[in-house]
């Protein structure tokens, strides 16, 4: 059986809430069950509710049962959790903790290794990680660990002063900045679709490649985060993160290794080299959007300043498209466009590389443009990858046609690729933090997304401007076209749709 040999505690600050529930304890049970982590963990959920052990063990089981509808192991799987009723903001509660700790690093032989996981509101984080420190959590002859969770800030000032907190306990190295996104199968392939193919890497660049479009959309709307959503917007929801970490993956010069620190700084490279747009200009290069109501899958849905803790006159976005432009060699001209969005037509999450046309259409209906090629990396829910070429069309003519030469991943792995939580779970036990973000990259991404929100904070938009349902607002749309191109629709592009 395949083991990470790495004991440790897992500590999880926020055990009771919705993450932990939905995410964190299946993503456990996982690599429990496949043997990727050893027999020598440990893990203590805390949260200020007063619950016994075997409470917050029944709650564990329920949350796997309702994820992953597996009990396989559960018996075993639950004997290693163990729970702590603590408010983080009592500087007394943390002794107890440190006991537990003790006790169970001496029962697992855990080697005094410690993961904290903040699965908690971000006003706590800076709180947690120095009372760790002052009341010795951290003090073990093993590793230390933090893993925390979005938001990381509110934007660069307040981002800074978080990274300063936290770094009076924690060195940079043994910091987990959480971006779920960089766990998924397919953001995790850009690399390798990218490095490890001789067809793709000469021509990836602004003499062969149009544009690039990356679209995220969510049938979904706020649900229960209204509060949260509220602060936050589309912006500093998908953007800041999830959406410029993509980016960075996509434009990224190779790295002279695959290994952590390098795959770092070619990102924070192309965070640099993207230009920052300020006032007025923004709007040429940024559109927001807010649903309104409208119907998704023939159901009727309400409008966001209608859903539950929202203002009824918000002008939080709940929709963002824009235009990135990376200032350096490779790039020079290529256009990025990004649109990110709740409450939209279909989820899904695209990533299209539209190549340049070639010189001369010398093929029957030479008015008519060739159709591009496209390449295509389906990232969710299809996972996989599309390259739209075109070809002779069967027949006396020579008339050429749109073929598409597809790999789905879920024929080839299965349907049960892990999840993203799993795999980052697994990453920061074994300490490979490549797939978390560091310090620089998230204060470059919230400089850039700072003088977008700053300017939207000062003007108005009319809002709803989308209905729900809907691909967004038709700004969206005119953003391309200003440039000549189109969003290339979702549906069309949907891997298993290939003939
Ligand atoms: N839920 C999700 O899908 C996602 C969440 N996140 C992030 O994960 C974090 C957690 O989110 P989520 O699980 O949804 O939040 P919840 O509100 O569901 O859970 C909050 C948790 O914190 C505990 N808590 C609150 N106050 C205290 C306190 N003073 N002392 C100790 N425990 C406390 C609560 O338990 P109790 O009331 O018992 O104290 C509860 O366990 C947030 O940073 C969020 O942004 C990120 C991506 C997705
Ligand atoms: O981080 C977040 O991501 C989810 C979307 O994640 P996905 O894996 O389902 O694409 C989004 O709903 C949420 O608002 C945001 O905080």
Not at 85 to 114: F, M, P, W
Not at 205 to 221: A, C, D, F, M, P
Request: glycine share 6%; net charge negative; hydrophobic share 35%.
């Amino acid at each position: 059986m395949k083991q990470t040999d790495t004991p440790a505690l897992t500590i999880i600050f926020g055990a009771t809430g919705d993450l932990a529930k939905r995410k964190l304890f299946p993503s456990l049970y996982n690599l429990f069950k496949k043997g990727e982590i050893s027999n020598h963990f440990a893990c203590v959920g805390v949260a200020r509710r007063q619950w016994t052990e075997q409470q917050f063990r029944n709650h564990v089981r329920e949350s796997v049962i309702a994820a992953i509808h597996s009990n396989e192991q559960m018996e075993e799987f639950l004997s290693h959790f163990y729970y702590q009723s603590l408010d983080v903001t009592n500087t007394e509660a943390y002794i107890e903790l440190l006991q537990l700790a003790n006790q169970l690093n001496t029962k697992y032989h855990l080697n005094g290794n410690r993961m904290f996981y903040l699965a908690m509101a971000p006003e706590f984080f800076g709180t947690i990680a120095e009372h760790l420190k002052r009341d010795g959590l951290t003090d073990t002859n093993g590793f230390s660990r933090l893993v925390i969770e979005k938001p990381f800030g509110h934007d660069l000032q307040s981002a800074k002063a978080l990274n300063e907190k936290i770094r009076t306990a924690f060195r940079e190295s043994e910091i987990f900045r959480i971006d779920h996104y960089l766990g998924k199968e397919m953001v995790q392939n850009i690399e390798a679709i990218r490095f490890a193919n001789a067809l793709f890497e000469p021509l990836w660049n602004s003499r062969y490649i149009s544009n690039v479009q990356i679209t995220t959309s969510e049938t979904l709307g706020v649900e229960e985060r209204g509060r949260y959503y509220e602060k936050n917007g589309a912006l500093r929801d998908m953007v800041q993160n999830h959406v410029l970490q993509m980016v960075a993956l996509l434009a990224m010069e190779p790295p002279i290794k695959l290994t952590t620190d390098e795959i770092r700084s070619e990102k924070v490279k192309v965070l640099r080299a993207m230009r920052r747009i300020e006032g007025q200009n923004i709007q040429h290069f940024f559109v927001r959007g807010q649903y309104g109501a409208g119907k998704i899958n023939q159901e009727q849905q309400i409008s966001y300043r209608e859903e539950h803790n929202v203002d009824p006159e918000s002008d939080t976005e709940t929709f963002v498209a824009g235009k990135i432009l990376i200032d350096n060699f490779r790039w020079a001209g290529v256009p990025f466009y990004i649109r990110t969005g709740k409450r939209l037509a279909k989820k899904s999450t695209k990533i299209v590389i539209q190549f340049k046309d070639i010189p001369m259409n010398l093929y029957y209906q030479t008015d008519q443009p060739l159709t591009p090629n496209l390449l295509v990396i389906h990232i969710q829910p299809d996972e996989g990858i599309t390259l739209y070429l075109n070809a002779k069309r069967v027949g006396p003519y020579l008339d050429r046609t749109p073929v598409k030469l597809s790999f789905s991943n879920n024929r080839f792995n299965g349907i049960n690729t892990p999840e993203a939580y799993e795999k980052l779970l697994y990453d920061a036990l074994r300490g490979d933090a490549t797939n978390f973000t560091h310090w620089d990259e998230v204060a470059l991404s919230w400089n850039f997304i700072d003088a977008i929100s700053h300017h939207w904070a000062e003007t108005t938009e009319k809002f709803p401007n989308y209905e729900a349902g809907s691909m967004g607002p038709k700004q969206a749309d005119q953003l391309l076209e200003q440039d000549g191109f189109f969003w290339w629709p979702i549906d069309y592009l949907d891997v298993d749709e290939c003939k």
